[in-house]
């Protein structure tokens, strides 16, 4: 009897699977849904600011500027004392983080990440945040570095928060980012109902029904609509 068919079928499952754990306290990479069709929302260019900024390692962002951080002084702010921008301001002083595949969290399969994808590390690079405050598909640029950064993940930590948690294939290099305060831009918002859809199938778990609800009352107030294009 050939065993490799049933093996193989053991191992899928069990692939599928892994990602409707509830670690708690982790990231969740959960089993994602493909939606169809593409983002209507406009491409914004990185400010000028952005282009002339250079890292000095290549790795590591640029500090945000004085005028970037006063800016943000009188916006409420998260549980880490971090401003919370309405969807219009694009230009952000935020707080970022790091996590690696070679965490090896419960719950998070391998390098998938929250769409059922594999975590991207070249010139478009995965990262995971809060997708009620950004969602699916977002596109952003970190002062300093050449590479586009697109949120196709989440994490339980995140929900409630406005920090943008980059992926790094290696512990060492997640080590190495730690927790930053840099400037970003988001050059393109994500697809709020591609978000609400997948969300949807997810609302047993305390932090993915959190950022549902959230997601509904930014697509039911009209705020998601508005911004998508503007």
Same mark, same amino acid.
């Given at each position: 009897?050939?065993? %490799?068919?049933?093996?193989? /079928?053991?191992?899928?499952?069990?692939?599928?699977?892994?990602?409707?754990?509830?670690?708690?306290?982790?990231?969740?990479? =959960?089993?994602? /849904?493909? =939606?169809?069709?593409?983002?209507?929302?406009?491409?914004?260019?990185?400010?000028?600011?952005?282009?002339?900024?250079?890292?000095?390692?290549?790795? %590591?962002?640029?500090?945000?500027?004085?005028?970037?951080?006063?800016?943000?002084?009188?916006?409420?702010?998260?549980?880490?004392?971090?401003?919370?921008?309405?969807?219009?301001?694009?230009?952000?002083?935020?707080?970022?983080?790091?996590?690696?595949? #070679?965490?090896?969290?419960? *719950? =998070?399969?391998?390098?998938?990440?929250?769409? *059922?994808?594999? %975590?991207?590390?070249?010139?478009?690079?995965?990262?995971?945040?809060?997708?009620?405050?950004?969602?699916?598909?977002?596109? %952003?640029?970190?002062?300093?570095?050449?590479?586009?950064?697109?949120?196709?993940?989440?994490?339980?930590?995140?929900?409630?928060?406005?920090?943008?948690?980059?992926?790094?294939?290696?512990?060492?290099?997640?080590?190495?980012?730690?927790?930053? $305060?840099?400037?970003?831009?988001?050059? #393109?918002?994500?697809?709020?109902?591609?978000?609400? $859809?997948?969300?949807?199938?997810?609302?047993?778990?305390?932090?993915?029904?959190?950022?549902?609800?959230?997601?509904?009352?930014? /697509?039911?107030?009209? #705020?998601?609509?508005?911004?998508?294009?503007?």
């Amino acid at each position: 009897m050939n065993t %490799l068919p049933i093996i193989s /079928i053991v191992f899928s499952l069990f692939l599928s699977s892994c990602g409707d754990l509830d670690p708690s306290p982790s990231k969740v990479k =959960a089993k994602g /849904i493909h =939606a169809s069709g593409k983002t209507t929302s406009k491409i914004f260019p990185a400010p000028v600011s952005f282009s002339n900024a250079k890292s000095s390692n290549g790795f %590591l962002p640029v500090p945000a500027s004085p005028e970037v951080i006063a800016g943000s002084a009188a916006l409420p702010k998260d549980k880490h004392g971090m401003p919370t921008y309405s969807l219009a301001d694009r230009h952000r002083y935020v707080r970022t983080t790091a996590y690696s595949h #070679q965490e090896n969290e419960p *719950g =998070a399969p391998w390098k998938k990440n929250a769409v *059922g994808t594999i %975590l991207k590390y070249g010139k478009i690079r995965s990262a995971a945040a809060d997708w009620s405050r950004y969602p699916v598909g977002t596109k %952003l640029k970190i002062k300093g570095l050449p590479h586009t950064y697109i949120v196709d993940d989440y994490g339980s930590a995140l929900v409630g928060t406005n920090t943008v948690d980059i992926y790094h294939p290696t512990l060492r290099s997640m080590n190495r980012w730690g927790t930053r $305060k840099t400037e970003i831009t988001v050059i #393109q918002w994500g697809d709020w109902d591609r978000t609400l $859809k997948i969300l949807s199938g997810r609302k047993k778990y305390a932090h993915t029904r959190k950022m549902y609800y959230a997601t509904k009352a930014k /697509i039911d107030s009209g #705020q998601a609509k508005k911004y998508a294009s503007h």
